[in-house]
């Protein structure tokens, strides 16, 4: 977000005086030392102000849920990707599951990616 608010040219304390919330707060938000807010409202309107659409709107709303620590509300409430998590940070983790279970986490990411799903 410091990035956005720096390409539009605005101070903290302008930026803060434009979206209506507090510079000392935002500063830390900013800093990382607290995350960014969670209520979708007010995610949104940070979004709309810097003029985020499509693919850009999305990313932001996600690097908001990770600097949370949380997942992205949209996957938050997918069982069946969920499931796959555990798969996936073990191969982050350089612990690959065997050759057939790998196979099947493909076909599945796959499956997830297709056009009809």
């Not at 693919?55 to 069982?79: G, K, N, T, V, Y």
Request: glycine fraction near 6%; aromatic fraction near 8%.
């Amino acid at each position: 977000m410091k990035d956005l608010r720096i390409a539009r040219r605005l101070t903290l304390r302008d930026f803060c005086a434009e979206v209506g919330v507090d510079p000392s707060n935002w500063s830390k938000v900013e800093r990382g030392i607290i995350p960014p807010p969670g209520d979708e409202q007010t995610q949104a309107a940070l979004a709309d102000f810097f003029g985020l659409k499509g693919d850009a709107r999305q990313e932001f709303f996600d690097l908001a849920a990770l600097a949370r620590s949380e997942l992205p509300r949209d996957l938050a409430s997918d069982e069946e990707l969920l499931a796959k998590l555990p798969a996936f940070f073990r191969a982050a983790r350089g612990k690959d599951p065997d050759g057939n279970r790998l196979k099947q986490f493909v076909e599945q990411v796959r499956k997830l990616n297709s056009p009809d799903q």
